[in-house]
């Protein structure tokens, strides 16, 4: 009895594990970033910093990772509103009400992931896109996922997260529509980011490549 009591446990301690793998799977898929739509379904051991946001109205805002006064900037910019912003852990929204596009990036920098809150008005769930560039910035080097039934009104806590250690540069997010009241973007607030990586210097990229260059040659004699 005690056997098949184990073997029960045993399967069930299974079918947990199972379970909490895939409920970490993320929701869209690709190359080089992932992107989950649930709290509940991120990864563990992130450790995302907050981003906390300078007060401002603009077409770029600026924020302080890991306190109001921290060193390390992200801005949030955008091509078609103007942006307004509170101090702190907090929201920025457009002035006129609704954000049509909105890009999240750290200058001078890369990042492994970026959480983020979006809050949807009604009849916005076919109104949205998240795309993110990798650090190599080239041509195929992005990901976009278009709005799907996972989104839902209200808010939407999102995580994009890099893959294979493709570090991103920016993640932006796009509402096609452009009229409130058709639904979209009202906002977007608290802002997590994690992995941030200085970008390596010119010079740096010079020497890494003249060093793999002696190291090559090195080779090429011992094999002669």
């Not at 069930?12 to 793998?21: E, H, I, P």
């Not at 852990?89 to 992931?113: H, M, V």
């Not at 209200?154 to 058709?182: D, K, P, W, Y």
Request: charge should be negative.
């Amino acid at each position: 009895m005690g056997i098949r009591i184990s073997r029960l446990a045993a399967a069930l301690m299974v079918l947990s594990w199972t379970g909490v793998a895939a409920a970490a799977s993320p929701v869209y898929s690709g190359s080089y970033v992932d992107m989950y739509l649930k709290s509940n379904t991120f990864p563990a051991n992130l450790n995302e910093q907050m981003v906390f946001l300078d007060a401002g109205t603009s077409s770029s805002i600026t924020g302080h990772v890991g306190s109001q006064t921290g060193t390390t900037l992200v801005t949030f910019s955008s091509t078609s509103d103007t942006l307004i912003a509170s101090n702190g852990f907090a929201t920025i929204s457009a002035q006129d009400g609704f954000l049509n596009d909105i890009t999240i990036t750290a200058p001078g920098y890369w990042f492994d992931d970026l959480i983020f809150s979006v809050n949807l008005s009604p009849n916005a769930n076919s109104d949205l896109s998240v795309t993110a560039k990798d650090k190599t910035a080239g041509s195929n080097t992005f990901t976009n996922w278009a709005t799907q039934q996972d989104w839902v009104n209200g808010e939407n806590r999102i995580l994009v997260l890099s893959t294979g250690g493709n570090l991103m540069q920016s993640v932006t997010i796009t509402s096609q529509l452009g009229f409130q009241s058709l639904g979209g973007l009202d906002s977007l607030k608290q802002t997590e980011i994690s992995g941030v990586t200085p970008v390596p210097e010119p010079g740096s990229w010079a020497m890494l490549l003249a060093g793999l260059g002696v190291v090559g040659l090195a080779a090429r004699r011992k094999l002669a």
